[in-house]
């Protein structure tokens, strides 16, 4: 049985011109221990279809499964990565860590003690008492996933959690999540809009079209080897699948100027 | 280990030692204008320059202060003063915050108290005074009504502002994490509307100082502004402007109290 399914989830939004069918025919399965990136234009309703999986958002029609179970609200299994951290401002790092168990009755001192392990393991030891004020973008969206892996969930839902990033930074949050991810090997859902992201990181890349009544275009697998480096993205295979996700989310012209430089 | 704690955003690097150097200057700089002030006053009154029975001058005025308080005059009439503000304003503190939090956090309340709030708030409540002499007499209970009545609406329009600032995202995120509706207000709202909620009470002060004089000014039998109309309508100058500093310095204390407390608690800001 897949760990995650979509079935012909539809997602729809009130406007003022009426009901706007964003997400038209989401159907997926995702396996156990399967690190997934959706990509697809902006507005396409990617994020949706993530807030769905959360049971943040009830399909219009459709469901979501996880372990066979339909999704209908927020649940134990489940954690989210936001694109802009959410942290609370009033709260330090190791505070915000320790939120969700907080809120599942943990008490404060083993919620502490993991809470301070998952800072350590992000990479921010010794930043336990700072406000997120303190910290950079970079940092704070290392605490936004160490919040989420303290309740130690069996998916991992993020929402362009390096979006809001320079490239450099992204670059390296991106290689740090796979370290992490290599431990134990969680499933992952990861809504991005960059392309080197998606292949960098993902067993597979589902592709959606532009909205309204967006729908996965192309499943594709990302076939290259475990534990990845960045030396994978000079690979030529590495070139194949970027020209094919160009082709498919800019079209053909687009393709060639996003293209490096031939020598 | 302990991280240092975090100075204003943009000051630069400087020690504690420096800091406080700083601030130090600051305050005498700022005294600067007030003793040039206080000696021109007192200059151009014993020179006859100004008729020294209108504006009195600082020296009478210090004489003046020490006789009120040598006379009990002061300490008979100031503690009615205090008790009529510090009751009025703990209960519309007691009242007003939760209603105000409640408020911005449930529509329906707010929609069942908005109307008459606002009035309250851009209404002079002062004019409505002599109802409350009407229902409560001339004693100190019309006059911790009226205080309640003003500081209430100062403290609920900002708790429901605070609650109404919460950052939609980081709610967001606590429904994510299971947060149930109450855990949602004591996790989330409360904490994040509490710098706006403070400076409600702040202004509250203001409010109740000025409301409090003001409504013994119009009749009463002990109390600050009982004195002040007395000494207004006999043109004793002097003790007039030590009890209306007296008043100011009250406001000024407890404001100031409230925004270190501020400062030391909302760091995050």
């Known amino acids: 049985m897949s760990h995650i399914t979509f079935d012909s989830v539809k997602i729809s939004y009130k406007t003022s011109d009426g009901e706007v069918e964003a997400v038209g025919d989401f159907s997926a399965e995702i396996q156990k221990g399967e690190f997934i990136a959706i990509v697809g234009p902006s507005g396409c309703g990617k994020s949706s279809v993530l807030s769905a999986a959360d049971g943040l958002l009830k399909p219009a029609a459709g469901n979501v499964y996880v372990s066979g179970e339909p999704v209908t609200g927020p649940g134990h299994g489940r954690a989210m990565v936001f694109q802009d951290a959410s942290l609370m401002p009033w709260r330090s790092v190791e505070s915000n860590v320790a939120f969700g168990l907080e809120l599942r009755g943990v008490g404060k001192a083993e919620r502490l003690r993991t809470a301070r392990e998952l800072v350590k393991l992000v990479g921010l030891e010794g930043r336990e008492r700072s406000r997120p004020s303190q910290l950079s973008g970079g940092m704070r969206q290392r605490v936004g996933i160490a919040r989420a892996l303290a309740v130690d969930p069996e998916i991992l839902l993020m929402d362009e959690p390096f979006g809001a990033l320079d490239a450099q930074t992204r670059e390296s949050m991106g290689m740090e999540l796979l370290r992490i991810w290599e431990n134990d090997r969680k499933t992952v859902l990861f809504v991005t809009h960059g392309i080197d992201e998606a292949i960098l990181l993902a067993d597979r890349v589902l592709v959606m079209s532009a909205g309204p009544r967006s729908r996965i275009v192309e499943d594709i697998t990302i076939d290259l080897p475990r534990p990845r480096t960045r030396e994978v993205r000079v690979g030529r295979e590495f070139q194949v699948y970027r020209s094919r996700l160009s082709n498919l989310l800019f079209g053909e012209q687009d393709a060639r100027t996003t293209e490096p430089a031939t020598r | ?269």
């Open chain 2, 1 to 269: 280990m302990r991280t240092p704690k975090r100075k204003d955003a943009g000051a630069p690097l400087t020690t504690s030692r420096a800091g406080s150097q700083e601030s130090a200057v600051k305050v005498l700089t700022g005294c600067i204008s007030i003793v040039v002030v206080l000696v021109a006053w007192q200059v151009s009154a014993s020179s006859g320059l100004v008729d020294a029975s209108y504006t009195s001058s600082p020296l009478e005025i210090v004489k003046a202060a020490a006789e009120l308080v040598t006379s009990g005059e002061l300490a008979q009439n100031l503690p009615t003063t205090l008790f009529e503000f510090s009751i009025g304003y703990a209960l519309a503190v007691v009242i007003g915050v939760p209603l105000g939090m409640l408020m911005g956090w449930r529509l329906r309340v707010r929609q069942v108290f908005e109307p008459l709030l606002y009035a309250l708030y851009v209404t002079p409540s002062l004019a409505l005074f002599p109802i409350f002499v009407l229902v409560w007499g001339i004693g100190t209970t019309s006059k911790i009504a009226i205080v309640f009545v003003d500081v209430l609406a100062t403290v609920v329009i900002n708790a429901m502002a605070g609650v109404q600032e919460t950052d939609a995202r980081t709610l967001r995120m606590a429904h994510a994490f299971g947060a149930g509706q109450m855990a949602q207000f004591w996790k989330i709202i409360a904490p994040s509307a509490m710098p706006t909620t403070v400076a409600g009470l702040r202004l509250g002060v203001g409010r109740g100082v000025i409301t409090v004089i003001v409504a013994e000014l119009y009749g009463g039998v002990v109390g600050l502004g009982v004195m002040i109309s007395a000494y207004g309508s006999s043109f004793n100058v002097p003790p007039l402007i030590v009890l209306a500093l007296l008043a100011g310095l009250f406001g000024l204390i407890v404001g100031s109290l409230l925004r270190r407390i501020e400062r030391s608690v909302f760091r995050w800001e």
